[in-house]
T-cell receptor
Framework: EDQVTQSPEALRLQEGESSSLNCSYT??????LFWYRQDPGKGPEFLFT???AGEEKEKERLKATLTKKESFLHITAPKPEDSATYLC???????????FGSGTRLQVQP | EAGVTQSPTHLIKTRGQQATLRCSPI?????VYWYQQALGLGLQFLLW???????NRGNFPPRFSGRQFPNYSSELNVNALELEDSALYLC?????????????FGEGSRLTVL
């Protein structure tokens, strides 16, 4: 059974204080790893897809990386508007649905 | 281009009643996925519809059911509501031919069971 574990559960940063969020996964065969951002009471917003170890994707202050067992979402010089829950999900080669982790709640204080 | 739309935004029901939630996918997307997100929990996979048929379901009882219409919109039905069914129900769509890649989510329907 696919498993996705995210850490930490919650993270509080000062504006400009860079950090990383972790996503550890167990799948029989990785078809893709996905990062989403979710604001309170809203649906998840797609950020990145990573397909193979060593791959990296960037978008503004966010950078996602992938190894064979985990993915990191690096946040450089965050701003208060980056405050949200960040979700990691995997797609197994044998499944079509995504399996999600419980998320990391990020709060960036001015 | 319109994203995934869901209705109603909020729904309040009592135990034992039935709830019906609706979803319209992004134009051109033929696969629809339903997820449940209970308070403080992650997204749990409910159902996947593709080309009008149910292709897969998660670990939920049969009282959770649905269908997909010829225009690819979808409906989720929850019968015999229980208190623990209170959650945000999220619909997502994806291009079928890819069968991989990102899901695009709607804003969700908040179901409250009293």
């Amino acid at each position: 059974e696919d498993q996705v574990t995210q850490s930490p559960e919650a993270l509080r940063l000062q504006e400009g204080e860079s950090s990383s969020l972790n996503c550890s996964y167990t799948v029989s065969g990785l078809r893709g790893l996905f990062w989403y951002r979710q604001d309170p009471g809203k649906g998840p917003e797609f950020l990145f897809t990573l397909y193979s170890a060593g791959e990296e994707k960037e978008k503004e202050r966010l950078k996602a990386t992938l190894t064979k067992k985990e993915s990191f979402l690096h946040i450089t010089a965050p701003k208060p508007e980056d405050s949200a829950t960040y979700l990691c999900a995997v797609q197994d080669t044998g499944r079509r649905a995504l399996t999600f982790g419980s998320g990391t709640r990020l709060q960036v204080q001015p | 281009e319109a994203g995934v739309t869901q209705s109603p935004t909020h729904l309040i029901k009592t135990r034992g009643q039935q709830a019906t939630l609706r979803c319209s996918p992004i134009s051109g997307h033929t696969s629809v996925y339903w997820y449940q997100q209970a308070l403080g929990l992650g997204l749990q996979f409910l159902l996947w519809y593709d080309e009008g048929e149910e292709r897969n379901r998660g670990n939920f009882p049969p009282r959770f059911s649905g269908r997909q219409f010829p225009n690819y919109s979808s409906e989720l039905n929850v019968n015999a509501l229980e208190l623990e069914d209170s959650a945000l129900y999220l619909c997502a769509s994806r291009l079928t031919i890819a069968n991989t890649g990102e899901l695009f989510f709607g804003e969700g329907s908040r179901l409250t069971v009293l």
